[in-house]
């Protein structure tokens, strides 16, 4: 199974994001990085639950690896 890429980015003032271009329309919002994250974590297993759900197969037995990445300031 090919891990999931979560991609976080800070908003000055506005906390933190995060998305993956391994899951399409999925997005996280939190105060700091250490919520953003732990939000991501549960939005991962989350939204691939509902996934399986919506093409009839049962919730995975075992989620992937999420890869979290930080880009570097410009």
Do not use: K, N, Q
């Not at 000055?12 to 995060?18: K, N, Q, V």
């Not at 994250?37 to 759900?53: P, S």
């Amino acid at each position: 199974m090919d891990p999931i890429r979560v991609i976080y980015r800070e908003s000055s003032g506005h906390g933190w994001s995060a998305d993956s271009p391994d899951m399409p329309g999925w997005r996280v919002f939190g105060e700091s990085y250490e919520d953003t994250r732990r939000l991501a974590e549960e939005g991962v297993r989350f939204y691939l639950d509902c996934d399986a759900e919506e093409r009839g197969d049962p919730a995975p037995a075992a989620y992937p690896l999420v890869e979290h990445y930080v880009p570097a300031p410009a």
